[in-house]
């Protein structure tokens, strides 16, 4: 199957063969017509005006969409042009050159538009046609015919050489198309994994981890429930999901499972499409988590301003803050949960804390 490069050169080749055959043949008609003697130029006008008129019909076909008047039909033509010369007197007035040139501009293109065996059969006969015409009239033509299948050889051979590049053009298309599609497959493998990674982090993960280090009593009445909420989030993930959704209903719907007493400062209804108002939400989730974790305070704030072109999100608490700069690369909380979902959806996530200071997660996004 032929690819984007191959195609384009096969429409220039039909394109560019009609421009040249237009192109010559006003010179080859004044030529015709300059060179006939006075009673042989209504004659010799006839001739040409067939010859421009076939020609202009065969070049408008070509720059066409749809079939060209088929090689063989145009060589027949063209050879039947060449018997003018016995009515015209041409070989008398030696004025057979604008019929080399017809002929000789028609080889040349046809190797552009042909495949290789009928290119080189119409040069055959349109150079074997002429040389038997002419030789009927009484002009030895042997050497200009044979040059005239040396250039539409040499046409063929230049034009062997570009399709031969076109082809390899396609060649590293293909191969460099099949490279994208398999990065882009890593990527959105990589994607998935980092997602449930970061899910895993944000749910199951942390409530373990705030079990196994003591901070969570094994016996504690809502631990059962989280772990349930935590295991239904783990399967939802990769699911179907809604074309939008509501941000502050997941706001609230995720926050208060953090077992904070959270003041929400936001609007009714801010409606989102729906991964952009799930990573906003989760990266909330997770800044509120480390609140309840880190910050050894009770109480956060959630303030939400903007709508669903741009929106800015603050988790802000009175906490015992910290120094921004010291927390390790390593850890997923800050540097995967809360800034790598912003980035992933266009927005940016800052911190300002200090010791001593409390801490204010902001999350900003731009439609």
């Given at each position: 199957?032929?690819?984007?490069?191959?195609?384009?050169?096969?429409?220039?080749?039909?394109?560019?063969?009609?421009?040249?055959?237009?192109?010559?043949?006003?010179?080859?008609?004044?030529?015709?017509?300059?060179?006939?003697?006075?009673?042989?130029?209504?004659?010799?006008?006839?001739?040409?005006?067939?010859?421009?008129?076939?020609?202009?019909?065969?070049?408008?076909?070509?720059?066409?969409?749809?079939?060209?008047?088929?090689?063989?039909?145009?060589?027949?033509?063209?050879?039947?042009?060449?018997?003018?010369?016995?009515?015209?007197?041409?070989?008398?007035?030696?004025?057979?050159?604008?019929?080399?040139?017809?002929?000789?501009?028609?080889?040349?293109?046809?190797?552009?538009?042909?495949?290789?065996?009928?290119?080189?059969?119409?040069?055959?006969?349109?150079?074997?046609?002429?040389?038997?015409?002419?030789?009927?009239?009484?002009?030895?033509?042997?050497?200009?015919?044979?040059?005239?299948?040396?250039?539409?050889?040499?046409?063929?051979?230049?034009?062997?050489?570009?399709?031969?590049?076109?082809?390899?053009?396609?060649?590293?298309?293909?191969?460099?198309?099949?490279?994208?599609?398999?990065?882009?497959?890593?990527?959105?493998?990589?994607?998935?994994?980092?997602?449930?990674?970061?899910?895993?982090?944000?749910?199951?993960?942390?409530?373990?981890?705030?079990?196994?280090?003591?901070?969570?009593?094994?016996?504690?009445?809502?631990?059962?429930?989280?772990?349930?909420?935590?295991?239904?989030?783990?399967?939802?993930?990769?699911?179907?999901?809604?074309?939008?959704?509501?941000?502050?209903?997941?706001?609230?719907?995720?926050?208060?499972?953090?077992?904070?007493?959270?003041?929400?400062?936001?609007?009714?209804?801010?409606?989102?499409?729906?991964?952009?108002?799930r990573a906003i939400a989760d990266a909330a989730r997770e800044a509120v988590t480390n609140v309840r974790r880190h910050a050894g305070t009770g109480r956060a704030?959630?303030?939400?301003?903007?709508?669903?072109?741009?929106?800015?999100?603050?988790?802000?608490?009175?906490?015992?803050?910290?120094?921004?700069?010291?927390v390790p690369s390593t850890r997923r909380g800050l540097r995967e949960s809360v800034r790598g979902r912003l980035e992933r959806i266009g927005g940016t996530a800052?911190?300002?804390?200090?010791?001593?200071?409390?801490?204010?997660?902001?999350?900003?996004?731009?439609?």
């Amino acid at each position: 199957m032929a690819g984007e490069a191959v195609r384009l050169l096969w429409r220039f080749g039909r394109r560019h063969a009609a421009t040249v055959r237009l192109a010559t043949l006003p010179p080859i008609c004044a030529i015709a017509l300059f060179r006939a003697e006075g009673e042989n130029l209504s004659a010799t006008a006839v001739a040409v005006g067939v010859a421009a008129a076939w020609t202009v019909a065969c070049a408008w076909r070509l720059r066409g969409s749809g079939q060209p008047i088929p090689v063989g039909v145009d060589v027949a033509v063209l050879v039947g042009v060449c018997l003018s010369v016995f009515w015209t007197e041409a070989v008398e007035d030696t004025n057979t050159g604008w019929l080399r040139l017809l002929l000789t501009f028609a080889c040349v293109t046809w190797q552009w538009h042909t495949p290789l065996v009928a290119g080189g059969a119409a040069a055959l006969a349109a150079a074997g046609g002429m040389l038997a015409v002419l030789s009927a009239a009484g002009l030895d033509s042997v050497r200009t015919q044979v040059w005239m299948l040396v250039v539409a050889g040499l046409s063929r051979v230049a034009w062997v050489l570009v399709a031969r590049a076109a082809r390899r053009a396609d060649g590293m298309a293909v191969v460099a198309e099949r490279a994208r599609r398999e990065a882009a497959v890593a990527a959105a493998v990589r994607a998935d994994e980092r997602e449930l990674a970061t899910a895993l982090h944000d749910t199951a993960a942390t409530t373990l981890l705030m079990v196994g280090v003591g901070r969570v009593p094994s016996g504690a009445g809502w631990l059962a429930g989280q772990a349930r909420r935590d295991l239904e989030r783990l399967r939802s993930s990769g699911g179907p999901t809604p074309e939008r959704a509501d941000l502050v209903e997941l706001l609230r719907a995720d926050v208060d499972t953090a077992h904070l007493t959270v003041e929400f400062d936001v609007p009714e209804r801010l409606a989102l499409p729906f991964p952009v108002a799930r990573a906003i939400a989760d990266a909330a989730r997770e800044a509120v988590t480390n609140v309840r974790r880190h910050a050894g305070t009770g109480r956060a704030t959630v303030r939400l301003r903007g709508d669903a072109t741009a929106l800015r999100l603050e988790i802000a608490d009175d906490g015992v803050g910290f120094a921004v700069d010291d927390v390790p690369s390593t850890r997923r909380g800050l540097r995967e949960s809360v800034r790598g979902r912003l980035e992933r959806i266009g927005g940016t996530a800052t911190v300002d804390s200090a010791p001593g200071s409390g801490t204010v997660v902001c999350l900003r996004w731009r439609a």
